[in-house]
C-alpha cells in the first residue's frame, strides 16, 4: 500500500495551511489500526487538504491513494474514505465554461481535475455494495451515483442489491442513490420513477415507502399521492422504533422515531419546495408526535420553512407553542427560539407564552411575548432590566409595546442614568435610548441629554445617533434639547446633521434652521450623505417643498437607493405621484430590498398609486418571502416581509385598487 507515497514533492504543493510536507503522514494515519489515529487523520484531511470543501494541488495527488485505501479490505473505517472521495470528486461545475483570464479559473480547474481523477477510479465503489462493513456499504451507493460513469449499470446494480441488503439505513442510501441517478441523468429517469413507485406498494416498509416517497418529490412529483402530508405523517409514525428490519425493508416498532426519520423528513420538506400548504400538512402532523425527538425536530424544520415562504402558519404556530409546557427542555428552547424569531407571527402562541411568564425566566420567551406588544410582558421585562448585566435583546423588544410601557419608564431612566459616559457607551445606553424612544417615556430627557452631551469623541457618533431618535420621538416635549440639537447641524458628521434636523423638526418645527443644512447636505457629493438629506426632507415633508427641485434632479442618479429615497421624499414634500412614481415602480423591480420603503410610500399615496396595483398584487401572490438570501438569514427578516405584506394590503385598501 502506499506505492511510490514518497516519491511525489509533496513539499512543492499547498493545502489550506501551507506546505502539504505532512500529507504522507495524514494518509498513513487512514489505514491506521489504532481508531483515534484514524480519526484524527481524517479531520486533519478535511481540515487542510480538502479544507470547506476546497480542492489543493495536494489534494489531487491525494486521490490515487485514496482508491487505493478503498480497495484494501484489511483498512478500517474505508466508508469515511468513499465519503471523502465523494465530496472531493463530487463538485458538479454545471456544465459552466472555464475562463482563464477568470480569478477562479485555478480552482474551477482543480475540481474538474479532481471529479476526472476520481470517476477514473469509481470502477473501485462497484465491489463495494455487498463489502461485510456496513458502513462501507452505507457510503458506496452515493459515490456510485455521483461519480461512476456508467449511471445505467449502477442503476441495475442499486436496485439489485436493495433485495439481499439487511442493514435499513444502507436500503434506504439505496434508494436515495436511485434518486440522485434520477435527478442527474433524464435519460434514465423514468425508470428510476417507475421503480420508486414500485415501493410505495403497501407490503413495503413504511421506512421504504418513506423514502421512497422522498425520492420521488424530488425528481417526479407529479407522481406523488394527493394526499402526501397525511400518506408521509402516517409512515412516519409506523416507522417508530429503533429501527429493527420488518420483512426485509427496515421499519420497526417500540417508542421513538427511527434515528434517519429525520433526515427523511428533511429532505421531503425540500423537495415540496413552494407546496407550502403540504408542507404545514406535514408539520402539523409532527407536531403532534407523541415522540418529543420528532416534535423537537419539526420545531426546527419550521424555521427553514417559515424564514423562505409564505403561509397560513397559525395553527403550527399554535402547536409550536404548546411546546413551551413539555419536560423536554430542547423541545422547549427549540419552541421559544422559534417563537422569539416570529414577531407578529407568534400571536397563535401568545397565551402559552404568557403561561411561560409565570413559571419561568425563559428568556427568548419574554422577548417573543414583548415583541407581539402583549402587555403581559412588562413583570417580566422589569426584572430582566433590573440584571445586573442589561439583556440588550429584552430592551430592544421594548418598543414593540408602544405606550403601553410606560410602566417601564422608571427603570430604564435609573439605568440609563447609571450608565458610565465611556467608550462603552453605545453598547450599554443604545438599547435604554431605544426603550425609552418607543415608549415615548418623554420624562427620561434628562437621562437622554446627558448621554447626548457627554458622548465620547471616539465611538461617539452611534451612540448620539440613537439619543437623537430618542429625541425626535419625544416631539415638543424634548423643547429644551433644542440647544444641542441646532449646535449639531454644524457637525462634520452628515448622518449626525440628517438626525439632528429631524429631530430639531419634530422638537421645534424650526424650518428656518433645519432646510438649509438639509439642502445643503442634499448637494454633498457622496450618495450617502444625499440619502440620508432626502430621507430627513421626507419626514419634514410639505414645509420643505423648497427642496423639490433639487430632489427632482437625484430621481436620475446613477445610485439606485438615491434615485428611491429621492422618489419617496419627493412624494412626501410635494403630494404629487407624477414624477416620483415610474421611479419607484422600477425600484420596485431592481431593488426588492427596498420594497418595504416603497410600499408604505405607495400606501400613503392612495389612489394615486393605481399603476402600481400589478406590483402589488404580484407581491402578495408569491409565496416565498422577498428578501430571503441563500445560505443565510437576517434576525428581522420575517418580520419585514410580513411588513410588506401589510404594507401591500394597505396600499389596495387606500382606494389603489
Known amino acids: 500500500m502506499f506505492t511510490g507515497i514518497d516519491e511525489v514533492d509533496w513539499a512543492s504543493m499547498g493545502h489550506a495551511y501551507g506546505s502539504a510536507d505532512d500529507v504522507p503522514g495524514l494518509l498513513r494515519g487512514l489505514a491506521s489500526a489504532d481508531p483515534a489515529e484514524r480519526e484524527s487523520a481524517l479531520d486533519g484531511i478535511y481540515a487542510a487538504v480538502h479544507h470547506q470543501g476546497d480542492v489543493y494541488d495536494s489534494t489531487l495527488a491525494c486521490i490515487p491513494f485514496l482508491l487505493e485505501l478503498v480497495a484494501s479490505p484489511e483498512v478500517q473505517d474505508r466508508g469515511a474514505v468513499v465519503e471523502l472521495l465523494t465530496s472531493i470528486g463530487g463538485i458538479d461545475l454545471d456544465g ?8 477562479e479559473f485555478e480552482d474551477a480547474a482543480n475540481y474538474a481535475m479532481a471529479a476526472a481523477a476520481v470517476a477514473a477510479g469509481a470502477d473501485v465503489f462497484l465491489g463495494l455494495l455487498d463489502d461485510p462493513d456496513a458502513g462501507v456499504r452505507l457510503a458506496a451507493p452515493c459515490a456510485l451515483a455521483m461519480l461512476h460513469g456508467d449511471p445505467a449499470q449502477v442503476l441495475v446494480l442499486l436496485r439489485d442489491r436493495l433485495a439481499g441488503e439487511p442493514d435499513t439505513e444502507v436500503r434506504l442510501a439505496l434508494v436515495e442513490a436511485v434518486g440522485r441517478i434520477a435527478l442527474r441523468h433524464e435519460s ?46 402516517a409512515l412516519l409514525r409506523a ?49 403532534t408526535s407523541a415522540d418529543p425527538a420528532q416534535r423537537t425536530d419539526a420545531v426546527w424544520m419550521c424555521h427553514g420553512l417559515i424564514r423562505a415562504w409564505r403561509g397560513a402558519y397559525d395553527e403550527v404556530v399554535r402547536l409550536v407553542g404548546a411546546q413551551l409546557g413539555d419536560p423536554d427542555p ?39 411575548l414583548a415583541r407581539l406588544g402583549d402587555a403581559r410582558a412588562l413583570p417580566a421585562l422589569a426584572e430582566a432590566l433590573e440584571q445586573p448585566d442589561l439583556p440588550r435583546d429584552a430592551a430592544f423588544a421594548v418598543p414593540y409595546l408602544g405606550t403601553r410601557a410606560a410602566p417601564l419608564a422608571p427603570v430604564l431612566r435609573r439605568r440609563l442614568g447609571e450608565v458610565a459616559l465611556d467608550e462603552q457607551l453605545f453598547d450599554r445606553a443604545a438599547p435604554l435610548l431605544s426603550a425609552l424612544a418607543g415608549a415615548r417615556a418623554t420624562e427620561a430627557l434628562p437621562e437622554v441629554l446627558r448621554v447626548l452631551r457627554g458622548a465620547p469623541a471616539r465611538g461617539g457618533e452611534w451612540v448620539t445617533e440613537s439619543a437623537l431618535r430618542a429625541l425626535t420621538a419625544f416631539g415638543p416635549a424634548a423643547a429644551a434639547a433644542a440647544p444641542e440639537l441646532r449646535a449639531l447641524l454644524r457637525s462634520p458628521s452628515s448622518s449626525l446633521v440628517a438626525a439632528a434636523a429631524r429631530a430639531l423638526w419634530a422638537v421645534t418645527g424650526d424650518g428656518a434652521a433645519v432646510l438649509p443644512a438639509l439642502r445643503e447636505l442634499l448637494a454633498a457629493d457622496g450618495p450617502d450623505e444625499r440619502r440620508s438629506a432626502a430621507a430627513a426632507l421626507g419626514a419634514v415633508g410639505p414645509a420643505a417643498v423648497d427642496a423639490a427641485p433639487a430632489l427632482r434632479g437625484l430621481l436620475t442618479s446613477p445610485e439606485r437607493w438615491l434615485r428611491m429615497d429621492a422618489a419617496v421624499a419627493l412624494w412626501r414634500v410635494t403630494g404629487g405621484a407624477g414624477e416620483s412614481l415610474p421611479v419607484l415602480r422600477t425600484a420596485w423591480e431592481e431593488n426588492r430590498y427596498g420594497r418595504v420603503e416603497i410600499a408604505e410610500c405607495l400606501a400613503e399615496m392612495g389612489p394615486a398609486a393605481a399603476p402600481a396595483v400589478p406590483l402589488l398584487r404580484a407581491e402578495l401572490s408569491r409565496p416565498r418571502r422577498h428578501n430571503v438570501l441563500d445560505g443565510g438569514s437576517g434576525s428581522h427578516d420575517i418580520e419585514q416581509d410580513e411588513r410588506l405584506l401589510s404594507l401591500c394590503r394597505a396600499a389596495l385598501a387606500s382606494g389603489t385598487d
Open 96 to 103: 459552466d465554461e472555464l475562463d482563464p483570464e477568470d480569478e
Open 188 to 233: 434514465l429517469r423514468a425508470e428510476a420513477v417507475v421503480w420508486l413507485t414500485t415501493l410505495l406498494a403497501p407490503d413495503r416498509s413504511p421506512g421504504l415507502r418513506l423514502a421512497a416517497l422522498t425520492q420521488l418529490a424530488r425528481c417526479a412529483p407529479g407522481r406523488l399521492p394527493d394526499d402526501i402530508a397525511s400518506t408521509a405523517t
Open 239 to 287: 416507522t417508530d422504533g429503533p429501527g429493527v428490519p420488518s420483512s426485509g425493508d427496515g421499519g420497526g416498532s417500540g417508542p421513538g422515531a427511527a434515528p434517519w426519520a429525520d433526515d427523511l423528513l428533511r429532505t421531503l420538506h425540500s423537495a415540496l419546495g413552494d407546496r407550502v400548504d403540504d408542507r404545514i400538512a406535514l408539520l402539523t402532523g409532527q407536531l
Open 330 to 368: 430542547l423541545l422547549r428552547g427549540a419552541a421559544a427560539s422559534l417563537l422569539e424569531s416570529l414577531f407578529g407571527l407568534a400571536l397563535p402562541a401568545a397565551d402559552a407564552l404568557a403561561t411561560r411568564m409565570g413559571a419561568t425566566d425563559d428568556h427568548r420567551a419574554l422577548v417573543a
